[in-house]
């Protein structure tokens, strides 16, 4: 029995040591992008909205519109004072002084200060202001005494322009409501997301039409693709030339295959439209896509011919691992085909369904591409899943601090579902039955 040296490392932590940086790697890969759009979840982030267009934990000023805004602002207000007289002009004259004031209060802080001359030069040189010059943090106090007066210089405006006293009283109102749009709100949320798709209908409605279309497809795709396995794996002539043929509609590019299902399935010329209705499945041709559940039956249908050669191969490969000896040894035993099915293949079958059963149920529960290259999650939402409710949400929306807590939830539904088939299915695998 060999001993181990006081101090030096076991078998075991050094294969721990040695697959260390592997799974470092893994955990940077997989779970920083799920770190990073759970922060991003937490806040209010929106493409159409200069002001929250990142991430912002505290008050701020968008220098570029500031500077841009504030000289407008001061030759408007000298204008209108130089073609007014009286009271009027002394008013606009005192608003002016209130600008200039409030300039050099910010100005106060260097930084402001310092940013307001570089930026200005960039402006004044027709060049881009970069992202680290753009926002400033603002205090409390400074972000206050500019809300007040910004709001102070708009109600006399709007005041005076209700009495007819300036010349171009929207011009000049607009101005000074766009320095105020230049002050940043910190735009952090908190849970408010999830707590809003927790009581969305819309959300729910996606998350059901989701399983429902992983738990059908998938079913059917383990039938067929053991079937085809079982078939391919046979001996007999022209096998190869079956196996070739059975992987072509897997190797098509799911956005062509989709379109090319839609064309089919087309209300005026699909001929598959034409076959369902002649077989009386379907009433019409037309309800394939324009109906709740036919567009759900159209979808299904199009991801088992897309996918089900994938899932063949992959048993297909798992039948090549079991020794032929067994069923030899079997059939001198007087058990039948059924009985050699159920006694040696699923059993020797268990972990290549595990690993079939898990990337089918993953990639289904995901599918993005198929869907809407084909109903677009119509029609009135019924196709519509959870990963398309996210993609509208964040890129036609633009609000990414939505769109980013609906991937959180799918990856946490994901999780859910990997977890499940390995407590279920392969425990053995990873457990004391798999050693």
Same mark, same amino acid.
């Given at each position: ?11 075991? &932590? ?21 770190? #990073?759009? /759970? ?6 982030i929106r493409l159409n909205d200069p002001t929250k267009t990142e991430v912002h934990n505290a008050y701020g000023l968008d220098m570029e519109r500031y500077v841009n805004s504030l000289p407008i602002l001061l030759r408007n207000l000298n204008k209108e004072a130089n073609a007014a007289d009286g009271s009027v002009k002394e008013e606009l004259l005192g608003l002016k002084q209130q600008a200039e004031q409030m300039k050099a209060l910010l100005a106060q802080s260097g930084e402001i200060a310092q940013r307001y001359q570089e930026i200005d030069k960039l402006l004044l040189d027709f060049k881009p202001v970069p992202n ?37 009283? +929207? ?9 105020? !749009? ?37 079913? =059917? ?10 078939? =391919?794996?046979? &001996?007999?002539?022209?096998?190869? *030339? ?9 190797? =098509? ?9 839609? /064309? ?12 369902? +209705? ?9 309800? *394939? ?20 050669? /994938?899932?063949? *191969? ?7 691992? =079991? ?11 007087? !058990?039948?085909?059924?009985? &050699?099915?159920? #006694? ?14 898990? /990337? ?5 529960? #995901? ?5 809407? !290259? ?9 196709? +519509? ?46 457990? +004391?039955?798999?050693?």
């Amino acid at each position: 029995m060999t001993r181990v040296k006081k101090g030096s490392l076991s078998e075991k &932590q050094m294969g721990y040591l040695l697959i260390a940086p592997a799974l470092l790697i893994i955990l940077i890969i997989a779970i920083w992008p799920v770190v #990073r759009s /759970f922060w991003i979840s937490l806040h209010d982030i929106r493409l159409n909205d200069p002001t929250k267009t990142e991430v912002h934990n505290a008050y701020g000023l968008d220098m570029e519109r500031y500077v841009n805004s504030l000289p407008i602002l001061l030759r408007n207000l000298n204008k209108e004072a130089n073609a007014a007289d009286g009271s009027v002009k002394e008013e606009l004259l005192g608003l002016k002084q209130q600008a200039e004031q409030m300039k050099a209060l910010l100005a106060q802080s260097g930084e402001i200060a310092q940013r307001y001359q570089e930026i200005d030069k960039l402006l004044l040189d027709f060049k881009p202001v970069p992202n680290e010059l753009k926002y400033v943090a603002l205090s409390d106090a400074q972000t206050q005494a500019l809300r007040a007066t910004l709001q102070d210089m708009e109600t006399k405006l709007t005041e005076m322009g209700k009495q007819k006293q300036l010349e171009k009283p +929207e011009g000049v109102i607009a101005v000074v409501k766009g320095i105020a !749009a230049s002050v940043i709100s910190p735009n952090y949320v908190g849970f408010a997301y999830y707590q809003q798709f927790l009581a969305d209908s819309r959300m729910w409605a996606a998350l059901y039409n989701t399983l429902f279309f992983t738990v059908v497809s998938v079913a =059917i795709e383990l039938v067929l693709g053991l079937w085809i396995a079982l078939l =391919i794996n046979k &001996q007999f002539y022209g096998r190869g *030339l079956v196996r070739a043929t059975v992987l072509i509609p897997w190797a =098509i590019p799911t956005v062509i295959s989709a379109m090319m299902w839609k /064309f089919l399935y087309d209300g005026q010329n699909g001929i598959v439209a034409y076959l369902f +209705e002649q077989t009386g499945l379907v009433a019409d041709m037309g309800m *394939l896509l324009t109906t709740k559940a036919g567009a759900m039956f159209s979808v299904i249908l199009a991801d088992v011919w897309k996918t089900t050669p /994938f899932m063949a *191969l992959l048993l297909f490969a798992g039948l090549q691992t =079991i020794p032929h000896s067994l069923y030899e040894a079997a059939e001198v035993d007087g !058990a039948g085909k059924v009985q &050699q099915f159920f #006694r040696i293949t699923l059993p020797m079958l268990k972990s290549t369904l595990l690993v079939s059963l898990l /990337f089918r149920t993953l990639d289904a529960f #995901r599918v993005f591409d198929l869907i809407y !290259a084909l109903t677009g999650g119509g029609p009135a939402n019924s196709t +519509e899943t959870i990963s398309i409710y996210a993609y509208k949400t964040m890129f036609a929306q633009m609000s990414f601090g939505e769109g980013s807590a609906l991937a959180v939830i799918v990856f946490l539904c994901v999780a859910l579902i990997s977890i499940g088939y390995i407590k279920i299915l392969g425990a053995d695998l990873l457990g +004391e039955g798999g050693r």
